[in-house]
Structure formats: structure tokens, C-alpha cells
């Protein structure tokens, strides 16, 4: 009765046209492509707007190290 909904098939030619539609489709077309790919860059960069990599990430170790040099006495 209903048949299956090609969803690769559909995800592929999304990301086909959204990576490289501007490249290939006539301009009048093409200009949607573009569109669509600054948009989602936009989205990707805006959802990680104060993302930063942390200083000093082996501070815990390094503080756990010298513990067990000096004996494990605490601070």
C-alpha cells in the first residue's frame, strides 16, 4: 500500500546539493545553494559560541602526582 520513504537516499542528495549545487545547477538555482550551506554553517557556529579548550587540562593530574611524591599527605 504505502511504500518506504528512501531516506539515505533523500539525506544524500541534500547534502549533495547543499555541498556542491552551486557548482554544477544553472545560477538561478545554484544561488540556493549557497544560501542554504551559509545558513547551516551559521547554525553550526552559533551553537558553540563560547566554546574554548581549556588551559592547564592535566592541572588534576599533575596536583595528584606531587601528592604521591611528597607521601600523600595532604595540602
Known amino acids: 500500500m504505502f511504500k518506504k520513504i528512501p531516506f539515505g537516499f533523500l539525506l544524500l542528495l541534500g547534502l549533495v546539493y547543499v555541498g556542491f549545487g552551486d557548482q554544477f545547477l544553472p545560477p538561478s ?13 551559521g547554525m553550526m557556529i552559533g551553537m558553540f559560541p563560547e566554546w574554548r579548550p581549556k588551559t592547564n587540562p592535566y592541572s588534576r593530574t599533575e596536583d595528584a602526582l606531587q601528592k604521591t611524591e611528597q607521601g600523600g599527605k595532604s595540602k
Open 29 to 41: 538555482i545554484g544561488q540556493y545553494s549557497v544560501q542554504a550551506r551559509r545558513s547551516l554553517d
